[in-house]
């Protein structure tokens, strides 16, 4: 029999990373009593290590077999590693199926309070109106049923908190945002953006990044260390853990509940609401149970549609709030395999060992099937890139002896970039509770149903030839280019798999991403997403999810209850 640990919240928030700490400081700061249940351990500055060398570690970063015993899956991107391993699930006691022959990579899977802003990349773009109404003006699946105008005002105000470096561009379809001064480029990358603009016409800037370059809320600009997804003392990067949950705490109105694995929401099927959560204590494994006003989900889409699908009851017996049917499915994340590299011309300067490191590299923006141009023949929607240069030593010079040594000090650049390209919602792409598996807290998991279509197949092919283009454009010698599929199937900007939309029939929330079924139930992650652009979802995730916190508090306060 569950305990029942407290009934005097108004809003409980599943999950405390990019969208959960925004949710839980957005009403708490408001006066909501608000509880946080994070299946994770609290995060804190101990637990950092950007400054700590490799030497210092008990198998100096160079023991990945060891990782690999326990997270297989979470080890297959470099993030999780000697540095942040216990950061991450660990993928034996929390495991999930693919069927055999289409494997699923699931990673960034943190159990760490501010889940994956802990390690993410932090690049931080808008989606514009090309991406909320695509569907209208391709004809494939559905248009967003909101638009770029209810959005702005809170990506102004989600990017003033973040604190982004970027350049503003004047591209309607990668609208600018409230920029912190930009980090310099390097001389490759202003090469590369100068002579690609000017013989392709194509814009590259710098990656619109929530790096900090002036001091915010206490928050000291990035000293240039280098290693941001093991944490920073200066909390000069966009983790959840250091910036909206403790706010929320500060308020004195939300409890942070860690170790608190929700398994599923709790209904009263006579009202028709939801009224509250079991969870799983990670550490005792002994069941409770809260109470509130609201639930919302943050868990990660995954995770967050996990809770829904194990919640089934008589009423919604596929799945709470799933009487469309459409709950799982439409699952939809980047394709990536597509890129290129070349070496520069150095241009004078000099390679050291511990030079700064920019935390923040480029970005290409989308160039394929833009308004007013004619669409491409090859496939619908588009891509964009993130690449990076670098200034090493000749680590591959011939010789030996005091030749040797003089050429090896002779520097050597080099520029990457690797396409983000967009994946059509498709109802095969899905995920299923697995009948047969249950995770160690007696979960059942997800079963992952995901495979590239004809149209990745043919952005993919794009993202090769058109990285060889810009690197030649750019002067680039030795180019490389690639484009392989992307099997095993993985990504790290999961989406879309509780979409939402106008017509209940055919989505799972509305547009506040507030349940068509059920009224005081929420989830406000990437589930929510109608479709995937090609820009890094996470800005839209955080403006997403305060704009639906203010219409539920609207709710709240007009009729006292939702
Ligand atoms: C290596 C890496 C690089 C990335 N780079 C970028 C980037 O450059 N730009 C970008 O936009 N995005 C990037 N992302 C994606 C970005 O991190 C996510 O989009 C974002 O963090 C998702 O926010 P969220 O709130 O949905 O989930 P998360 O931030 O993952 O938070 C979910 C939280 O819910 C908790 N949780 C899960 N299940 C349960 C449960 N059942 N009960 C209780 N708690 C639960 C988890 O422990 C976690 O703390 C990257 C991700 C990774 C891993
Ligand atoms: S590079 Fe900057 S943001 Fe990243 S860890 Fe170092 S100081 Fe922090």
Same mark, same amino acid.
């Given at each position: ?382 891509? &964009?890139?993130?690449? =990076?240069?670098?200034?090493?030593? @000749?680590? $591959? ?5 005091? +030749?040797?040594?003089? %050429? ?59 990285? &060889?283009?810009?690197? =030649?454009?750019?002067?680039?010698? @030795?180019? $490389? ?5 992307? +099997?095993?199937?993985? %990504? ?71």
């Amino acid at each position: 029999m569950p305990a029942e640990k407290n009934s005097t919240f108004d809003v409980l928030v599943v999950g405390s990373g990019a969208s959960g700490g925004w949710a839980a400081k957005r009403l708490s700061e408001a006066g909501l009593k608000v509880a946080i249940v994070e299946a994770g351990r609290p995060q804190s500055d101990n637990n950092f290590s950007e400054h700590k060398p490799a030497f210092d570690l008990k198998y100096r970063n160079m023991a990945p077999e060891i990782i690999r015993k326990t997270r297989p899956i979470q080890s297959h991107f470099d993030v999780c590693n000697e540095y942040t391993q216990d950061w991450f699930v660990n993928d034996l006691d929390e495991p999930y199926t693919t069927p055999a022959d289409n494997p699923f990579h699931w990673m960034g899977r943190l159990r760490m309070t501010g889940g994956r802003t802990n390690v993410w990349g932090r690049v931080s773009l808008r989606f514009s109106d090309a991406d909320f109404k695509a569907a209208s003006l391709d004809g494939h699946g559905e248009d967003w049923p909101l638009s770029y105008s209810d959005l702005a005002p809170y990506y102004d105000l989600v990017e003033k908190y973040v604190g982004v470096t970027g350049m503003a561009e004047g591209l309607e379809h990668l609208p600018d945002g409230q920029f912190q001064p930009p980090m310099p480029l390097t001389c490759q990358e202003s090469v590369f953006r100068e002579r690609v603009k000017q013989k392709l016409g194509r814009t590259v800037t710098l990656a619109r990044s929530a790096n900090l370059t002036r001091p915010i809320n206490g928050r000291g600009p990035c000293h240039y260390c280098g290693p941001c997804d093991r944490g920073c003392v200066t909390h000069s990067y966009f983790n959840a853990a250091f910036t909206t949950v403790p706010d929320a705490l500060n308020t004195g109105n939300c409890t942070l509940i860690s170790n608190a694995m929700v398994h599923k929401v709790l209904m009263d099927p006579a009202s028709n609401r939801a009224r509250g959560l079991l969870y799983v204590d990670r550490v005792t494994r002994k069941s409770y149970e809260l109470f509130a006003r609201a639930v919302i989900l943050c868990a990660q889409s995954q995770e967050s549609v996990r809770v829904l699908l194990n919640s089934a009851t008589r009423e919604y017996p596929n799945g709470l709030a799933n009487s469309s049917g459409v709950l799982g499915h439409y699952l939809t994340a980047h394709v990536r395999s597509g890129g290129g590299s070349g070496d520069f011309p150095t241009l004078g300067a000099k390679h050291t060992l511990g030079a700064p490191v920019k935390p923040v590299g480029i970005y290409v923006a989308r160039f394929r099937n833009l308004k007013g141009e004619p669409p491409y023949k090859k496939f619908i929607r588009g891509f &964009g890139y993130e690449g =990076e240069s670098g200034l090493d030593f @000749n680590w $591959r010079a011939p010789g030996f002896g005091a +030749a040797y040594k003089q %050429a090896v000090l002779e520097p050597r650049a080099s520029l990457n970039v690797t396409g983000f390209g967009e994946v059509l919602p498709r109802w095969d792409n899905f995920v299923e509770l697995d009948p047969q598996l249950k995770d160690i807290y007696g979960i059942p998991v997800l079963k992952i149903h995901m495979s590239d279509g004809e149209n990745e197949r043919a952005m993919i092919q794009d993202m090769g030839d058109s990285a &060889g283009e810009m690197l =030649e454009a750019a002067g680039a010698k @030795n180019i $490389r280019t690639y484009a392989h599929p992307s +099997a095993p199937r993985w %990504a790290l900007h999961e989406a879309g798999i509780a979409r939402m939309g106008a017509d209940p029939k055919k989505s799972v929330l509305n547009q506040f991403q507030q349940s068509h079924d059920i009224k005081n139930l929420f989830v406000m992650d990437a589930s929510g997403f109608t479709s995937n652009p090609c820009q890094n979802p996470t800005l839209t995730i955080m403006s997403l999810c305060v704009r639906s916190c203010d219409y539920l508090m609207g709710e709240l306060k007009r009729s006292g209850s939702l």
